[in-house]
């Protein structure tokens, strides 16, 4: 738009008489042309061209041009009232945030103009946005630069349009108003933000993404490691700025149950607080519109999510020297058994109840009430081996005969600090009661043999060898008693009186020999 220039001096609110604007646009025609000739001789190879709009396509001129100029396929708008219009050869600059003193509310403002409203073929249109990008800038010279005395954008511009089209001034100046209202609220955009990424205290396989930046930014999620719960997908567009999307985050499936870490990577667009920039030596310096600021943000897990799982047990028990022994396989529900983040196996413990009854008891989920365990056992897995088998017994024998069976459990809050974190919330694994595997009866040893006592018998006494007299010396020598030897003679006495009988009996018979 051009702009006839005040003489120096001359109040703002008070344009010089007629004649001298003629004498003086004159003169500023002149000395364009003089000046001109060189610098186009000089100048890059292309020059602004009519745009859309209403009025005087020329340098200086009784209406003005009040629309847009055309730098190959941009339309540009005036930056400067007052100035003559950028006819000439104009320099394209760019995209920049650096344009004479202007303020970064004043650069995104106008830049949000030139581009939602300036490329366009309606002189309405066209017209409205150049009027509100002059008033952004310096709103005093816009009013008042045609003569203008008043406050009001809405008569200065239809103090003008009356000349230079006045069956549109009224639509201008309504195009102009609500522009210009719209523009200045616009914010200056927040250039950068952060992503931030949360877990579940209760499930490190859920959790949080949320992009902090500015209300006005337009962009999109990339999750690697983890998909957004409502959709499954691990990108997500038209991302709200500071809202929190729920994530699922399962370990990776070739895990060998370490610990694992989300990423999150966020592109966004913004307003620019800049323009594309043209000038035109001696003439008006524009505005066309510059693209969206583009930004990128990173974030990962500020901690490696723990694997969690299952753990379960198989036993099978034995009675071993008065002991009840237990051998125990620790497995994992999920198939992977989780690592720490140094490498080793978490550990795990699992403590057992030993029962006894009269007889064997019937398997049960539960154990029977009012039943009390009479020994425990314990067992807490080697961080260099994790799932595997274990053997356990009882430390003191078994209290005596009966019918002996085993419960184990694994409990959450039997463990370690560092184990808690890969187990469910709550979690709790139960062995049945009285399985046949963990089931084992103690039987009383016999009572010993009793030997009976033998019944004493009577052994009869040996006869009495025949008595030979001993010789009288031998009697002497022996210390025999003299009663015996009494006896031993009488006998022999009888013996030779009944010799000496026989004889004399023998020689009386008849015919008897001497």
Known sequence: MIESPRPKGHSMHHPPPRRRRLLLTALTLALVAVVGVPALAAAPAHAAERGTGFGTWAPLSWTGWHGSMRVGDVHTYCIHPGLPVATGTTTDHGETSDVNGLTPQQLVSINHLVTTYGQTDDPVQAAGVGWAVKAIVDRDTTLHSWGYEGDSLREAIADIMRRASPGNSEAVQD????????AQAIRVPRVGGTLTLTVDANDPTRGTVTADVDPDATGGLHLEGAVFADSGSADRTGVTPGASYPILASPPANSDGRPYTVRARGAFTVRAAAIRYFSTPGQQESAGPAGPVRFDLTAEDTAARPVRFSPRIQTHARLEDGRFVDEVQFSSGEGVWP???????????????????????????????????VARLELLTDPAIGAGNYTTATDEPL???????????????????????????????VERFATPAQTQQLVAPPPPAVTPTPTPTATPAAAPSPTQTPPAAALAATGAATAGLATGGTLAAVAMAAGLTALLVARRRPGARA
């Open 175 to 182: 195009r102009a108003e609500r522009y210009l209202a719209e």
């Open 339 to 373: 690592r720490l983040a140094d490498g080793t196996f978490v550990r795990i413990r699992a403590r057992a109840d030993v029962y006894r009854t009269g007889a064997f008891p019937a398997e049960s989920p539960e154990v029977p009430r009012g039943l009390q365990p």
């Open 399 to 429: 209290p005596g005969p009966g019918v002996y069976t085993a419960v184990w459990r694994i409990e959450r809050a039997d463990q370690d600090a560092e184990t808690v974190p890969h187990l469910p919330g709550r979690f709790t694994w």
